[in-house]
């Protein structure tokens, strides 16, 4: 089921973005079974909000043999979780400050590896979401840029959350805007857009997302 569900949502992406858009399962709560059967069905790109989790997940499905593929940290990374994060998943996609950025890249320094990140932009000022506002954006990515140990290439936001479907898509028109506006100043690299979740992955593509975070879509609603 899950395996027919995601090959489902993978056509429907695929028309939508013109083939643009890869789908990043979000894999909270669900067990290393289930993430089993999406990889095998053609899943490639695995994102956990918890650590713990991430790190028995990737140890359970490379005792399974899992296909190859990459895993995110879409969750909000603490200082003391820095290790384990960067040592199992091979991008950090809610970077938002440059002390959270400093502590990867010591950590990553230390281990002797190189991270990708992206920013995490609180796209809509949302009080309840983490992010740098888009207004500090690009003086924190001149900042990242300097460190060693990290590789910036994309931005991620989760838009606003609200109905007003005009107001959801002008937060992702704010994150592409600056992803934009980073490759004009030079950084070409910068060119993913992690952008849309299951109920608004649609009004993301319009606006330039080339990964979309979903969960329910594929796994099922969590218990």
Same mark, same amino acid.
């Given at each position: 089921?899950?395996?027919?569900?995601?090959?489902?949502?993978?056509?429907?992406?695929? @028309?939508?973005?013109?083939?643009?858009?890869?789908?990043?399962?979000?894999?909270?709560?669900?067990?290393?079974?289930?993430?089993?059967?999406?990889?095998?069905?053609?899943?490639?790109?695995?994102?956990?909000?918890?650590?713990?989790?991430?790190?028995?997940?990737? @140890?359970?499905?490379?005792?399974?043999?899992?296909?190859?593929?990459?895993?995110?940290?879409?969750?909000?990374?603490?200082?003391?979780?820095?290790?384990?994060?960067?040592?199992?998943?091979?991008?950090?996609? *809610?970077?938002?400050?440059?002390?959270?950025?400093?502590?990867?890249?010591?950590?990553?320094?230390?281990?002797?590896?190189?991270?990708?990140?992206?920013?995490?932009?609180?796209?809509?000022? !949302?009080?309840?979401?983490?992010?740098?506002?888009?207004?500090?954006?690009?003086?924190?990515?001149?900042?990242?840029? !300097?460190?060693?140990?990290?590789?910036?290439?994309?931005?991620?936001?989760?838009?606003?959350? *609200?109905?007003?479907?005009?107001?959801?898509? @002008?937060?992702?028109?704010?994150?592409?805007?600056?992803?934009?506006?980073?490759? !004009?100043?030079?950084?070409?690299?910068?060119?993913?857009?992690?952008?849309?979740?299951?109920?608004?992955?649609?009004?993301?593509?319009?606006?330039?997302? *080339?990964?979309?975070?979903?969960?329910?879509?594929?796994?099922?609603?969590?218990?």
């Amino acid at each position: 089921m899950i395996g027919e569900l995601f090959q489902r949502l993978k056509a429907e992406v695929d @028309e939508a973005s013109g083939g643009r858009t890869r789908i990043l399962l979000a894999a909270k709560h669900q067990s290393p079974e289930a993430v089993l059967e999406a990889l095998t069905a053609g899943a490639t790109l695995i994102g956990h909000n918890i650590i713990q989790q991430l790190t028995a997940s990737e @140890e359970a499905l490379r005792e399974m043999g899992a296909p190859e593929h990459e895993t995110h940290v879409i969750g909000h990374v603490q200082s003391n979780k820095a290790r384990p994060a960067l040592i199992d998943a091979g991008t950090i996609e *809610t970077v938002d400050s440059l002390k959270t950025a400093r502590r990867l890249n010591t950590v990553a320094g230390d281990l002797g590896l190189t991270r990708i990140i992206y920013l995490q932009i609180n796209s809509s000022n !949302a009080p309840s979401q983490f992010g740098v506002a888009p207004e500090d954006t690009l003086e924190l990515a001149e900042q990242i840029f !300097a460190l060693p140990h990290l590789t910036l290439t994309g931005l991620m936001s989760i838009g606003a959350n *609200t109905p007003d479907e005009q107001a959801v898509r @002008e937060s992702f028109a704010t994150t592409r805007k600056l992803a934009e506006q980073l490759r !004009a100043e030079g950084h070409v690299g910068c060119r993913e857009l992690s952008m849309g979740m299951s109920g608004d992955w649609r009004i993301a593509i319009d606006e330039g997302s *080339t990964i979309i975070r979903v969960g329910r879509q594929v796994f099922g609603e969590r218990d």
